[in-house]
């Protein structure tokens, strides 16, 4: 498949001036569980107000070039009756949509799951690009285990990942294309690692039999980190380490951009850890290294808003910040000090 200029253009267009992207496409049963936990009622008009804070946080553009909305949210508008699209698009945003419809239980294979949403998207990507969105995400879950995964669950996510992100080009979409391997478990950074590297090199090869032109694509992975409930401590320059080595052995350089997803990180260990791959391997990295955040940028926003307007502004302010330091981390300019000036 040929590269266009469209694809290109869009993947400049996001990380132009040291800007990434803000992950806003939380499906509506995550949605609940982060309003549920911050005490915010779980309704249909809640989650409308809190996206439409996100997208009208004044200067947001300083830092994010792109944001990917959910559908329920692309078919959203603000209390003004703009659709929220548009409020993006006017502020210098790119639009993006989530399209896959969620990993489901991978049946014969206990724990481990496959992101089902291919039949019908070729219709469902035509109306997104007309509701304004100009790329699209999909993410496979690998979870680490005992046994697992296994070589099954890394090849049908692949496999699925490659089948999407092949219709998203031949739409005029950039695929954000997203195998994530969860932080969930006592696993070492290590064994992390050697996961990443199986999911990436088994993604690639698919990509290559489905005809997926890598120039027009951007990879959303995970970093390479121990498990949340490991007593393993890595310092901020192990995981750089770690997480450049893995990616530089199996992620082709004619890949654009990487965008991190955060995965439960706080949002100041993501931007520690994204900080040190920019800083210490500037040189030896052929992509843009980017972000694509969700909980590290939105994370003190949804705490101080609680579901009030009059927390508004104050957490726009959040908001704003953590995107500001995330886009600092980007380019390698992430200073601890920056965090108490928020
Ligand atoms: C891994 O999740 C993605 C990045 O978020 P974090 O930076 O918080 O890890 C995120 O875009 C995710 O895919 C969306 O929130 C949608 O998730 P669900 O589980 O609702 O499909």
Redesign the pocket.
Known sequence: MMITKLLKNTIEDLFANGKGIL?M???T???DKRFSSNGIPQTLEMRRNYRELLATTPGLNESIGGA?L?DETIRQQTKDGEPIASVLMNAGIIPGI?V?L??KDLAGFPNEKITEGLDGLRERLAEYKSLGARFA?W?AVITIGDGIPTRTCIDANAHALARYAALCQEAGLVPIV?P?VLMDGNHSMQRCYDVTEHALKALFDQLYFFHVDLEGIILKPNMVLAGKDSKEKNSIEEVAQATVNCFLSSVPAAVPAIAF????QSPQQASQHLNAINKDYKERLPWIVAF?????IQQPCLEAWKGQSSNLEAAQKLLYHRAKLSAAARRGEYKLAMEDHG
């Open positions: 992950a496409d939380e499906s049963p995550t949605c990917i959910y989530k896959d969620g990993a995400k993410r997203e994530e997803l955060s995965g439960g694509s955040f969700a909980r590290a």
